[in-house]
């Protein structure tokens, strides 16, 4: 899934189609233009590029709310772990990234 910015916002470029990551509740999963893999509201965006790669998994939160995410990063506390500089968890988001994304 593409999206392009339509709106201003913090850390990343108007008019510029970024790839979605995963979808956490009702939020994009993101890479900001210094690659920070943050979540941003869908409300900012436009579809460019529908639909989910084939890599996704769906788990459900303790609220009932959808996470799609790749299977390394679904479990809770990936990204909190990420962002504490855990290098494990850094690792295996740069790796997923570059086989399954391409980047």
Known sequence: MKVQLENDVHGLTKGRVYLVLGIASDFLRIQDDE????????KDF???EDGYPD????????K??????P???????????YFDGVVEARNIFNKVLEIKYGL
Do not use: M
């Not at 009932?64 to 995410?69: A, C, I, K, R, V």
């Open 55 to 62: 890599f996704w998994i769906c788990k459900k939160g303790y």
């Open 46 to 48: 436009v579809i460019v």
């Open 35 to 42: 690659g920070s893999p943050y979540l941003y509201e869908p």
């Open 71 to 81: 299977e390394e990063w679904i479990e809770p506390g990936f990204f909190e772990d």
């Open 64 to 69: 009932g709310e959808d996470y799609y995410y």
